[in-house]
Nanobody
């Protein structure tokens, strides 16, 4: 019904920057909250940043001041600008969205992207 497609991952040196993008497509009436999560080998998936459709943001303490989440509601896009990257930011980054598929939907469904690898070298 819905696809989330991430892009923008890659290899960068410590101190560098990357910008991740995620596009939602399919049967969408409204996209509610969107977020970015990450999972490093041997670790649980963790929240990185979250944004409501009104623009309220929330960040993990480890990325505050370095990462910025934003969205384009008209295009169902969410971005994650990552600056001052550290080796410990290395992980697979996943896009997440809570989406109302139909105008009569009473509950948003939760969707995930396939993930994009971010690797930060020392």
């Amino acid at each position: 019904q819905v696809q989330l497609v991430e892009s923008g991952g890659g290899l960068v040196q410590a101190g560098g920057s990357l910008r991740l993008s995620c596009a939602a497509s399919g049967i969408i009436f409204r996209v509610n909250a969107m977020g970015w999560y990450r999972q490093a080998p041997g670790n649980q998936r963790e929240l990185v940043a979250h944004i409501t459709n009104g623009g309220t943001t929330n960040y993990a303490n480890s990325v505050k001041g370095r990462f910025t989440i934003s969205r384009d509601n008209a295009k169902n896009l969410v971005y994650l600008q990552m600056n001052s990257l550290k080796p410990e930011d290395t992980a697979v980054y996943y896009c997440n969205a809570a989406i109302l598929n139909w105008g009569w939907s009473v509950r948003a469904n939760d969707y995930w992207g396939q993930g994009t690898q971010v690797t930060v070298s020392p």
